[in-house]
């Protein structure tokens, strides 16, 4: 196994220190129950944020807690949803006085594990309401989903309503703006190679040196078809057909266009694809307003990307321009 | 070969318009010369920063041209040093009035493509000068290099004259902060994996399941050892120590820490050095007032990574805190 590990068990926790630590001002780690909160947080003037899954995902989600995201992540094991104890503490320790917004990609074992946790914050007498993502138009009921599963497209619902948050919007109000974002928002994703978790220590399933899997799950479930390996514009062309024409995104269309990477993929060959999907919707008349090209949700190494379409209104082009401060960053 | 790519001919040019494309305001590609440049440069109050290098080592450079950092960047193909007449003619296109600094990594190839090009730009009359980063501490006189390699290391000095030229120092000041920057800033890296070359379609070097290449060259060059792969903390523990006892760093000394990854490693194992390299130096008295991780300098699709240390004085620190605007950013 080609990875910086130290004991597979300590992976997780390993990684959050690291995160705590570059950022000691602005975030911190509860080991007790696994989670990267803000300092700040919570706040009364404030619905809180929280968005849970499975590590191996990263920067979702653990990285893109901070100002104007997410006010806790709370992660699970790699690809495991995180307890759903944890998920009721961490409600507990994020509760103010305007509610708990909780974010969930379409995974049953997630949903699960929140939906009990939230019936326990409400027995509480918490303001919780949860908020589910299903932006993936490759496959419908796959192996750990019914209906389609969350992946890339979660950013923009975390940017929307991590923005309108600290704007002071209402729980009720960042249901409607979380529901609206996911409605316009489609993504289809495909494998040039497997990922290694790092217990497991070996490729999670099989591909040959000619094969890609088109649709492939940000956890390698199947997606639509294996196919031959062909060539980035063919690639790109086919992912870009398949959400495109799922809304259906049309011409005289202002859109967000993401490219991201799933992990082991260089980011000059995400501007390769960038270029060809920006020059195919423009020859379509869809104007690309907003870009975002690198890495968002991950699957662990996995060489591979997905494309994202976002259909902009004025409301979410002003959420998408709001300042936000998180882990990741360049300077 | 499991990369994204058309004809392997074109992949750098078409990197270049996707890099054009997505920022449409601020940079332009020049195909004639194969070169990314701001749109409001040259401008006569303010020296030029361009840097060469081969490509392949994405997001440098081509990807930090923008306010704050670099004027235009000036690629050759992958791992091949620009031509000459090209960073001639980009020398041209960027010539202020206060003159042009030229950044370059020390590898021959490049230093020969710079020197000559200088010397035609100086018989023009231009105003330019030529910076040399060798802050690889692996190995002294390697594959394609007399003296030490110029790598991750290579971001700080551009951040840096980049944020002083935006605040209109002449070029013999920005030569002294550069050369500053070099002679505090030490790097090493490693690989866990070989990397293919989009023209070469096969790995580069062969590197056994149970092998790691200690003190890599970006362009896979030999490092100082092949060794038994070992644990994370082993690998970071013995990298930081080369880095630490080569300027060297010692207790009381303020430092930024980055931790680069090399294109084919996940950002969760990168935090995870981040946190062990930054509990190793607090424990010997050195302060890490600044942190940099994720992808600076990389090797196309190469697993591992690298770590650099600055150190900073009252000027470094407020040069690396000025502003910037560049391709790569998050939202």
Redesign the interface.
């Known amino acids: 196994m ?5 004991d597979p068990k300590n ?1 997780v926790p ?2 959050l ?3 705590a ?2 950022n000691p001002e602005t975030l911190k780690y509860v080991p007790e129950y696994n989670l990267i909160m803000r300092t700040d947080a919570p706040r009364d003037d404030k619905v809180s944020i929280v968005q849970g899954s499975g ?2 995902h ?2 979702a989600h653990v ?1 893109t807690v901070g100002k104007g995201m997410l006010d806790a992540a709370c992660p699970g094991d790699v690809f495991a949803a995180p307890p759903m104890e944890y998920v009721y503490e961490t409600t507990k320790l994020l509760a103010s006085q305007k509610g708990v917004l909780l974010l969930v990609n379409n995974y049953t074992g997630d949903r699960m594990a929140f939906d009990m946790s939230q019936e326990m914050s409400a027995a509480d007498g918490m303001n919780v309401r949860t908020l589910i993502i299903d932006d993936d138009v490759s496959v419908k009921d796959s192996t750990y989903t019914v209906g389609r599963r969350g992946v890339a497209g979660n950013f923009f619902v975390m ?1 929307a309503v991590g923005a309108a948050s600290e704007q002071g919007a209402d729980l009720d109000e960042l249901v409607r703006i979380g529901e609206n974002v996911n409605s316009v928002t489609r993504t289809m994703g495909m494998a ?2 497997a990922c290694t978790p790092p217990a497991k220590g070996s490729p999670l399933f099989e591909l040959g ?1 000619d094969e890609m899997e088109m649709g492939v799950g940000i956890h390698g479930e199947p997606g639509r078809s294996r196919e031959t ?1 062909a ?3 063919e ?2 062309d086919q992912m870009l057909e398949a959400v495109r024409s799922d809304l259906p995104y049309e011409s005289g269309d202002n859109v967000a266009l993401m490219i991201n990477g799933l ?14 999907a ?2 195919v919707l423009t020859d379509q008349g869809i104007n690309v307003r907003r ?5 968002y949700c ?1 699957s ?2 996995m ?1 591979g ?1 997905s494309v994202t379409l976002v259909k902009l209104d004025d409301e979410i082009d002003g959420l ?1 321009s709001a ?2 401060e ?1 882990a ?4």
């Open positions: 080609k990875k910086f590990v130290n992976y390993e990684m220190q690291g995160i630590l570059a590590s191996g990263e920067p990285m940017k040039l190679t040196d390996l060539s980035a514009n690639i790109i992990g082991g993929t260089p980011i000059s060959e995400l501007y390769l694809l960038y270029g060809r920006h020059q870009n975002y090209v690198g890495e991950t662990l190494d060489a990307a998408l300042p936000a998180i990741i960053r360049v300077f």
